[in-house]
């Protein structure tokens, strides 16, 4: 059986076994450095799929749709998936000042998702 490359982006200190872990910085031996805002340092069609839970939305839309979704589509292999776990407003029942706490710059809808990628 093939071993699957799963890039995990934005890991802070939550490490999987078997993942690329990486990080804007290292937060515990194991971590790759890698700013998801920045060209990424791996090859075209080089992960089978990316997973990046609650980082992403700490992002300006700019960095989104110029850096992180191009990079994305780009280091991933035809067929590969990217997961990932991002405050949508639609299924929040939070107030606004909830959604966007914790150096939050921007919320998500599925609407505008779609019109991104």
Same mark, same amino acid.
């Given at each position: 059986m093939e071993h699957l490359k799963i890039l995990h982006i934005g890991c802070a200190n939550r490490i999987y076994e078997e993942f690329i872990n990486t990080d804007f910085k290292v937060w515990i031996p194991g971590q790759q450095i890698m700013d998801i805002a920045q060209p990424w340092p791996h090859e075209d069609e080089s992960v089978d799929g990316i997973v990046s839970m609650h980082v992403l939305q700490q992002l300006t839309w700019r960095?989104?749709?110029?850096?992180? $979704?191009?990079?994305?589509? /780009? =280091? +991933?292999?035809?067929?590969?998936?990217?997961?990932?776990?991002?405050?949508?407003?639609?299924?929040?029942?939070?107030?606004?000042?909830?959604?966007?706490?914790?150096?939050?710059?921007?919320?998500?809808? $599925?609407?505008?998702?779609? /019109? =991104? +990628?």
């Amino acid at each position: 059986m093939e071993h699957l490359k799963i890039l995990h982006i934005g890991c802070a200190n939550r490490i999987y076994e078997e993942f690329i872990n990486t990080d804007f910085k290292v937060w515990i031996p194991g971590q790759q450095i890698m700013d998801i805002a920045q060209p990424w340092p791996h090859e075209d069609e080089s992960v089978d799929g990316i997973v990046s839970m609650h980082v992403l939305q700490q992002l300006t839309w700019r960095e989104l749709a110029f850096v992180t $979704f191009p990079e994305s589509y /780009r =280091v +991933l292999k035809k067929g590969g998936v990217m997961r990932v776990g991002v405050p949508m407003v639609e299924i929040m029942d939070r107030p606004l000042e909830y959604l966007l706490g914790w150096k939050n710059t921007n919320l998500f809808s $599925f609407d505008l998702l779609k /019109r =991104v +990628l």
